[in-house]
C-alpha cells in the first residue's frame, strides 16, 4: 500500500499495534514479522491470511490443542549442517530432535478431517512433508540427556567399558591410600579434591613430605596441600588417556552425524519457518481475542460498510479500566464516498476517523478487525492522511501553508482506489477563504472518486456536503443538558459544534455572549440553532427506540432464564465428575513415572555396584512397601468401624488408639509426656502425642 505522508501509519497508531502483536510471538521469526508487519493490496494474499487467523482463533475459543511447542532459534545450528566437516554438540541435536518432533505433530494434527476443516492454516504445511528418518539418525547417536549413547560405536563402547573399569580399580586404590592417611592424621577437613581432572588428596601442609606423590597445588591459606597419592599416577595416566580417546571418538561420531543429516538441512529450514509461521499466526489470533477482532466479508473493490467498528487500542485500554467504548457504524460507496463530519471539539471526531483508518489497515494487513462480522471491508492501494498541526520549520512553511502542500498531494495523486482522511480541513486561515479552498479540495477529490472522512466546523462544508453528489453530512452526538460528548457518529446531518451554548454552561458573562450573538450573521446563528434542536430531537427518539428494545429483551430473557440455570447445574456437574476423573487419572500417571524412574535407577545400580545385595534389599523396599501401606489402611478401616475418636483429655484407665498402627489398648500409667498403653498381653511406652482417646462401639452402631 502506497501511504502519505511516512508518519501516516505513527498517526494511525498503527506502530502501538505491531509492538501489541510482537509481544504475543514466541519465535524469533514471528517477532521479525510482527515488527515488519506489512500492508497488502493483493486479496488472494489478504484473504488467507485473514482466514488463518480465524481459524486459530475458533482453535483457542474451543479450548483445542495446536502441537506447535517449539520457540527456539536454531538458525545457525541448521547453517552448520551445510558446512562440510562441521560438528554440532549434543545438546543442539536434542533441540534439533524436538524441531523434527514438533513438525511431526503438525503433520499429524492435519488429518484429512482437520485439512477440510482448517484449510487456510493447512496452507502453511504446502510444499513440505514430514522425514521420519532424522529423528532416526539422532536417536542412534544421542540419548536423553544429549549424550552420545555407548552403543554409538564399537570403540566408543570398549573405551568406555575400559574406563569404568579403570575408574573404579582408582577409586578403590585411592580410598585404600586415604584411610591409611586419615589413620595417619595427614589428611585435612576434606580428605580428597581433584586437580585439572585428576584425584588428589587434601592433607595438612606439614605432612606433604610424608606423603609420596605429585604436589599439584596449595589452599590460599596454605595449611592445605593437594598431592596426587604415588600408589595412584599410573592409575590417573590411563584414565586421563582413556578419557581423551572417549573425547575424540566423542567428536568423530558427532561430525559423522553432522554430515549423514547435512542432506536434511533445507528440510529442517521448512521445519523451523513452519513452526515460525504458525507462532505467528497463534499471536495474530490471540491479539483477536483481546480485541474483538471478527471477520468481514471481503471484496476486492474500494468500499467500506462497518458496523459497530471499535478503534482497537480503545478498545484495549477501556476494557482494561471498566469503560464502555463507542462504536461507529459507517457506509462509504459509489454513491456516498466522502464523510463530513461535524461536531463541538473533544466530540469524538478525530477517534472515528482514526477507528475507519486504523482498521483499514489491520484488514490489509492480515489482522482481524474489531467490527461485526456483518461488515463489508474493501481493499485500497493508496492511504493518505493529514491530522493536526503540520507547521515545516525547516522549509520555513506556516501552518497553512503545510496544509495546502498537502492538499496539493492529495489532489495529485488521489484516485478511485485511494483512501484518505483530513482533520480540520481549511484551518489555519481565514475562516471565508479557507472554507472556500476547502471547498474546492473537496469537489476535486470526490472528482477523482477517492473515499475519505474530513472533519470542520466550516457552515459551508456541512452546506455544500447536502448538494454535492458523493458527499455526505456526519454529526457527533452531544448532550446539550449535561453538556457531555456521546462520542456516537450520527450520519445523514451535519452537527452544531455548539459555541453558544458550551459559553452559557461554563458561565461565560451573559452580555458577552449576547454581544457575540449579535456579531454572528442572523442566517448563520438560524442555521446553527435548527441543528441544535434536530439534533435533541434524534436524541429523544433514539432514547424512546432503545427503551423498547429493552422490554423485548426483557421478555426474552425471562423466558430462557430458566433453561440457563439448568444447563449450567448440567454443566457444572459434568465438570466436577470430569475434574475427579482427571485427579485420579493424574495420580497415577505420577505413580507409573516415579516407579518407572526408580526401577531404572535400580537397573543402573545393579549394573554398576558389586555388593548386588544392597540393590536386592532397594528392590524389595520398593515393590513390598504398597503392600504394607495397603494392609495398614485396611487396619485402619477395621478399627474405625468397632471405635469412635473422642475428644477427652487421656486419663489412667482410658481406652486409647495408637495414631501410628492403629492398635487400641487401656492406658496403665502415665509418666510425664509418656504413657504405659495394655495393648493385649503386652505393655508398651508410647508418647502421648501418638494416642487418641476412643470408646467401643455397640454392634449395631458398628453395622
Avoid at 490489509?364 to 474489531?370: D, E, H, N, R
Wanted: hydrophobic residues 40%; glycine residues 4%; charged residues 30%.
Amino acid at each position: 500500500m502506497r501511504l502519505y505522508p511516512e508518519t501516516a501509519l505513527t498517526q494511525l497508531e498503527f506502530d502501538k499495534v505491531r509492538t501489541l502483536l510482537e509481544g504475543y510471538c514466541k519465535t524469533v521469526y514471528a517477532k521479525e514479522k510482527a515488527q515488519q508487519l506489512r500492508i497488502h493490496t493483493r486479496k488472494e494474499y489478504i484473504e488467507l491470511e485473514l482466514k488463518q487467523s480465524f481459524e486459530f482463533k475458533s482453535i483457542l475459543q474451543q479450548a483445542q490443542y495446536f502441537p506447535n511447542d517449539f520457540s527456539l532459534p536454531l538458525q545457525k545450528e541448521i547453517k552448520l549442517l551445510g558446512i562440510q566437516g562441521a560438528l554440532i554438540p549434543g545438546e543442539q541435536w536434542l533441540q534439533i530432535r524436538k524441531l523434527a518432533e514438533n513438525t511431526s505433530n503438525i503433520f499429524r494434527w492435519f488429518d484429512l478431517e482437520r485439512r477440510q476443516a482448517f484449510p487456510a492454516m493447512a496452507h502453511v504445511l504446502d510444499g513440505s512433508y514430514y522425514e521420519k528418518v532424522i529423528i532416526e539418525l539422532i536417536d542412534e547417536v544421542i540419548d536423553e540427556q544429549g549424550n552420545v549413547k555407548d552403543n554409538a560405536s564399537d570403540d566408543l563402547h570398549k573405551i568406555r567399558m575400559n574406563l569404568f573399569r579403570k575408574r573404579n580399580e582408582l577409586r578403590r586404590m585411592f580410598e585404600k591410600v586415604v584411610s591409611k592417611l586419615a589413620k595417619a592424621g595427614y589428611t585435612a577437613d576434606i580428605d580428597e579434591s581433584f586437580s585439572n581432572g585428576r584425584r588428589v588428596v587434601a592433607v595438612f601442609s606439614e605432612h606433604k613430605r610424608q606423603v609420596k606423590g605429585i604436589l599439584h597445588g596449595e589452599s590460599d591459606s596454605r595449611k592445605t596441600a593437594f598431592i596426587e597419592p604415588e600408589e595412584t599416577i599410573d592409575l590417573n595416566n590411563q584414565v586421563f588417556t582413556l578419557e581423551n580417546e572417549e573425547a575424540k571418538e566423542v567428536q568423530r561420531i558427532l561430525r559423522q552425524l553432522t554430515a549423514r543429516i547435512a542432506v536434511y538441512a533445507p528440510l529442517l529450514e521448512q521445519y523451523l519457518l513452519i513452526a515460525g509461521e504458525f507462532d505467528f499466526i497463534r499471536a495474530k489470533a490471540k491479539l483477536a481475542i483481546d480485541m474483538n477482532g471478527q471477520l468481514p466479508e471481503l471484496s476486492d473493490k474500494a468500499h467500506i460498510h462497518l458496523i459497530n467498528a471499535y478503534h482497537p487500542l480503545l478498545f484495549l485500554y477501556n476494557k482494561s479500566t471498566g469503560k464502555p467504548t463507542i462504536p461507529v457504524t459507517l457506509t462509504l460507496d459509489d454513491k456516498n464516498r466522502i464523510l463530513v463530519i461535524s461536531g463541538p471539539n473533544a466530540g469524538g471526531k478525530t477517534v472515528t476517523m482514526k477507528t475507519i483508518g486504523l482498521n483499514q489497515l489491520l484488514l490489509q494487513s492480515g489482522l482481524l478487525v474489531p467490527v461485526s462480522p456483518d461488515s463489508q471491508m474493501g481493499i485500497f492501494k493508496q492511504l493518505f492522511i493529514h491530522i493536526g498541526d503540520t507547521q515545516n520549520l525547516e522549509f520555513e512553511l506556516s501552518t497553512y501553508s503545510s496544509h495546502l502542500l498537502h492538499m496539493k498531494y492529495f489532489i495529485e495523486s488521489a484516485n478511485g482506489k485511494t483512501m484518505f482522511f483530513i482533520d480540520e480541513l481549511g484551518s489555519g486561515s481565514d475562516p471565508n477563504l479557507g472554507g472556500a479552498f476547502a471547498e474546492v479540495i473537496m469537489e476535486e477529490l470526490a472528482r477523482r472518486h477517492s473515499f475519505g472522512v474530513v472533519t470542520t466546523h466550516y457552515l459551508n462544508l456541512k452546506v455544500m456536503a447536502n448538494r454535492t453528489q458523493g458527499i455526505i453530512n456526519g454529526a457527533m452526538q452531544f448532550d446539550e443538558v449535561n453538556l457531555q460528548p456521546m462520542y456516537k457518529l450520527i450520519v445523514g446531518k451535519p452537527g452544531s459544534s455548539y459555541t453558544f451554548a458550551i459559553a452559557e454552561r461554563i458561565g461565560l458573562p451573559k452580555h458577552l455572549i449576547n454581544r457575540a450573538r449579535k456579531l454572528v450573521d442572523e442566517d448563520h446563528f438560524k442555521l446553527d440553532r435548527l441543528l441544535n434542536r434536530t439534533e435533541q430531537d434524534l436524541q429523544q427518539l433514539e432514547q424512546e427506540k432503545k427503551q423498547l428494545h429493552k422490554l423485548l429483551r426483557e421478555n426474552d430473557r425471562l423466558k430462557k432464564e430458566m433453561e440457563t440455570v439448568m444447563d449450567k447445574e448440567r454443566h457444572r456437574q459434568q465438570v466436577e465428575l470430569l475434574k475427579n476423573q482427571n485427579r485420579i487419572t493424574e495420580e497415577r500417571l505420577v505413580y507409573l513415572k516415579d516407579m518407572e524412574r526408580k526401577l531404572k535407577q535400580i537397573v543402573l545400580d545393579w549394573k554398576k555396584s558389586e555388593n548386588k545385595q544392597d540393590v536386592i534389599k532397594n528392590l524389595q523396599n520398593l515393590l513390598f512397601k504398597q503392600k504394607e501401606t495397603i494392609v495398614v489402611n485396611k487396619l485402619a478401616k477395621k478399627v474405625d468401624l468397632k471405635y469412635k475418636e473422642l475428644n477427652q483429655h487421656i486419663a489412667v484407665g482410658a481406652l486409647v488408639k495408637l495414631k501410628k498402627n492403629y492398635q487400641v489398648g487401656e492406658v496403665k500409667e502415665i509418666r510425664g509426656k509418656k504413657a504405659i498403653v495394655q495393648v493385649g498381653m503386652l505393655p508398651i511406652h508410647v508418647d502421648m502425642a501418638d494416642l487418641v482417646v476412643v470408646e467401643k462401639l455397640t454392634d449395631t452402631a458398628a453395622k
